[in-house]
T-cell receptor, first 114, second 113 residues
Framework: DGGITQSPKYLFRKEGQNVTLSCEQN?????MYWYRQDPGQGLRLIYY???????QKGDIAEGYSVSREKKESFPLTVTSAQKNPTAFYLC?????????????FGPGTRLLVL | SQQGEEDPQALSIQEGENATMNCSYK?????LQWYRQNSGRGLVHLIL?????REKHSGRLRVTLDTSKKSSSLLITASRAADTASYFC?????????????FGQGTILTVHP
């Protein structure tokens, strides 16, 4: 059963704490993306990776970090430097070399601050 | 920055009616895509239209693209209560941006049974 999984579904962060959101895909896609969605708004790109061991900042990378050590995995860390982390986080993947790339999304992680 | 602006922000219709959503963008594109999001879930890809295409159909969906006006529309015919969701347009600029998409703010569609 192919797809993208994100965990956990809900995550609570305390002040000053770093938290890591998991994203795994078994679609054999080269590219992976992290988006943030705030209520009533569209998606904003945090980071993306087009190949293993390489990633680029998106539009709102400050306060976040990522790694891409394996093709299947693209974890996102929300650091204590991110002062307003409460949001819905979505991970996606796509075939990097396709001429037309549609993105496949995970179910999302909702991050809340205690 | 948000490339796409969608209109209307919210749309409420009765089952069986048609729903039309519009998307405008600012820079040249390689393709434009429409996605659907059910409440609290991930996005699902609906349809992609290339910059050299003017219209595309998929089931009850019809998408048009006017590159001279930098706008697109999504028409859902004979709507059903199950079509209730948020709909987002996303643009792909092509070139070195490869698979990067820029999303609009979405249209919330409510279909009343």
């Amino acid at each position: 059963d192919g797809g993208i999984t994100q965990s956990p579904k809900y995550l609570f962060r305390k002040e000053g704490q770093n938290v890591t959101l998991s994203c795994e895909q078994n679609l054999n896609h080269d590219a992976m993306y992290w988006y943030r969605q705030d209520p009533g708004q569209g998606l904003r790109l945090i980071y993306y990776s087009q190949i293993v061991n390489d990633f680029q900042k998106g539009d709102i990378a400050e306060g976040y970090s990522v790694s891409r050590e394996k093709k299947e995995s693209f974890p996102l860390t929300v650091t204590s430097a991110q002062k307003n982390p409460t949001a819905f986080y979505l991970c996606a993947s796509s075939i990097y070399k396709a001429a037309e790339e549609t993105q496949y999304f995970g179910p999302g992680t909702r991050l809340l601050v205690l | 920055s948000q490339q796409g602006e969608e209109d209307p922000q919210a749309l409420s219709i009765q089952e069986g009616e048609n729903a039309t959503m519009n998307c405008s963008y600012k820079t040249s594109i390689n393709n434009l895509q429409w996605y659907r999001q059910n409440s609290g879930r991930g996005l699902v890809h609906l349809i992609l239209i290339r910059s050299n295409e003017r219209e595309k159909h998929s089931g009850r969906l019809r998408v048009t693209l006017d590159t001279s006006k930098k706008s697109s529309s999504l028409l859902i015919t004979a709507s059903r209560a199950a079509d209730t969701a948020s709909y987002f347009c996303a643009t792909n600029a092509g070139g070195t941006s490869y698979g990067k998409l820029t999303f609009g703010q979405g249209t919330i569609l409510t279909v009343h049974p």
